[in-house]
T-cell receptor
Framework: NAGVTQTPKFQVLKTGQSMTLQCAQDMNHEYMSWYRQDPGMGLRLIHYSVGAGITDQGEVPNGYNVSRSTTEDFPLRLLSAAPSQTSVYFC??????????FGPGTRLTVL | AQSVSQHNHHVILSEAASLELGCNYSYGGTVNLFWYVQYPGQHLQLLLKYFSGDPLVKGIKGFEAEFIKSKFSFNLRKPSVQWSDTAEYFCAVNSGNNNDMRFGAGTRLTVKP
């Protein structure tokens, strides 16, 4: 099992550009989530999904869209990037015992 | 929604010192509690978790945590830290019947050799 994979590892955008952060898991987990990690603020939940076709907002959803067309994939879209979205983004999936498995992260810089 | 507070932002210890990192949460119902560790440049890894049963939970690498329901606390402890324990530690909680996981702001631990 590859676990949770994320691409790209690093990305630099200009303000106003759009991009999609990819996340995939091969553990057949129903629940997947996206977090952003900022210094002194821990991880904050952006969006989550409890299964294919179902998504919901987390703590800081503004500026981000998600979709869940398959169990495996949970992409995060930035429609118009802003400097405030400079962060490290982690995707995670939850197993049967509520344990979260994290991806390696994507470091995004918005200029 | 529940929230998590970690009291120490940065802790500096010498090797072999004992460690205790504080974690308090605000939620009145059933909770699942977690401690994660993030080594420099890496993603979060699970140290230990509490769902029910014995409130003293033992995790990997000699870490343990005690759930004290009356104090809404889940403090992390290790009797003798090593230089390799230098990392950031996150406490997290979700309620028993949903998957909305909330993390504390993290505590950075620096262990001096």
């Amino acid at each position: 099992n590859a676990g949770v994979t994320q691409t790209p590892k690093f990305q630099v955008l200009k303000t106003g550009q759009s991009m999609t952060l990819q996340c995939a898991q091969d553990m057949n987990h129903e629940y997947m989530s996206w977090y952003r990690q900022d210094p002194g603020m821990g991880l904050r939940l952006i969006h989550y999904s409890v299964g294919a076709g179902i998504t919901d907002q987390g703590e800081v959803p503004n500026g981000y869209n998600v979709s869940r067309s398959t169990t495996e994939d949970f992409p995060l879209r930035l429609l118009s990037a802003a400097p405030s979205q400079t962060s490290v983004y982690f995707c995670a999936s939850i197993g049967n015992n509520n344990e979260q498995f994290f991806g390696p992260g994507t470091r995004l810089t918005v200029l | 929604a529940q929230s998590v507070s970690q009291h120490n932002h940065h802790v500096i210890l010498s090797e072999a010192a004992s460690l205790e990192l504080g974690c308090n949460y605000s939620y009145g119902g059933t909770v699942n509690l977690f401690w994660y560790v993030q080594y420099p440049g890496q993603h979060l890894q699970l140290l230990l978790k509490y769902f029910s049963g014995d409130p003293l939970v033992k995790g990997i690498k000699g870490f343990e945590a005690e759930f004290i329901k009356s104090k809404f606390s889940f403090n992390l402890r290790k009797p003798s830290v090593q230089w390799s324990d230098t990392a950031e530690y996150f406490c997290a909680v979700n309620s028993g019947n949903n998957n909305d996981m909330r993390f504390g702001a993290g505590t950075r631990l620096t262990v001096k050799p």
